[in-house]
């Protein structure tokens, strides 16, 4: 079964900052099943980018995604307050979807 | 608008079982897969298993498939997921939420049901 690693745990960073999120696999994926998601305290999570780097609908164009393979990343251009969150990487196998372990992102 | 409505907070004893359900709107109900994801306090997200509210099949992680039950009542746009022989590591927020019908991601959430199991 394929697992998802994510790095940095915690991403520390200032208003204005860029962030750089990483998604690893353990074996290469497809990247139609790559997604992100998006989830702050106490909501459900909310989907990001889909197809690795398709952003879904109404969100902004701050977020990108790319990558292939085994290697994605989730930028976030200039961070702002509502970008405080946890960030999931997802992907599609065959025991159905897999989560990443998440990383935090705070605002300095 | 598409809107997944969950049940509210439940508690129960350890051996016990509970049935959370997930009221579907805004969008034709047997078109779209529907995913059960768990998130144990301050824990990831944990897929759970899905269910084709078109005709009734389901697939479950492996983790759950002698414990969970999923289903869904096409008279009132309303899925159910049952899990039993509760333990207090199935303490967690469940989610429903509806697969895409054109690429790979969940594209929209219930609010989630807080389970606690405690004795």
């Known amino acids: 079964e394929i697992v998802l690693t994510q790095s940095p745990g915690t991403l520390s960073l200032s208003l204005g900052e860029r962030a750089t999120l990483s998604c690893r696999a353990s074996?290469?994926?497809?990247?139609?099943?790559l997604a992100w998601y998006q989830q702050k305290r106490g909501q459900a999570p909310k989907l990001l980018i889909y197809?690795?780097?398709t952003r879904a609908t109404g969100i902004s164009d701050r977020f990108s995604g790319s990558g292939y393979a085994t290697d994605f990343t989730l930028t976030i251009s200039s961070l702002e307050p509502e970008d405080a969150a946890v960030y999931y990487c997802q992907q599609y196998g065959s025991s159905g979807f897999i989560f990443g372990p998440g990383t935090t992102v705070e605002i300095k | 608008q598409v809107q997944l409505l969950q049940s509210g907070a439940e508690v129960r004893m350890p051996g016990a079982s509970v049935k959370v359900s997930c009221k579907a709107s805004?969008?034709?109900?047997?078109?779209?897969?529907i995913h059960w994801v768990r998130q144990a306090p301050g824990q990831g997200l944990e897929s759970m298993g899905v269910i084709n509210p078109s005709i009734g099949a389901t697939t479950y992680a492996q983790k759950f498939r002698d414990r969970v039950t999923m289903t869904r009542d096409t008279s009132t746009g309303t899925f159910y997921m049952e899990l039993s022989s509760l333990r207090p590591e199935d303490t967690a927020v469940y989610f429903c939420?509806?697969?895409?019908?054109?690429?790979?991601?969940?594209?929209?959430w219930g609010q989630g049901s807080l389970v606690t199991v405690s004795s």
């Open positions: 074996q290469s994926v497809s990247s139609s099943y």
């Open positions: 939420a509806r697969r895409s019908g054109t690429f790979w991601g969940l594209d929209y």
């Open positions: 197809d690795a780097s």
């Open positions: 805004g969008y034709t109900f047997t078109k779209y897969l």
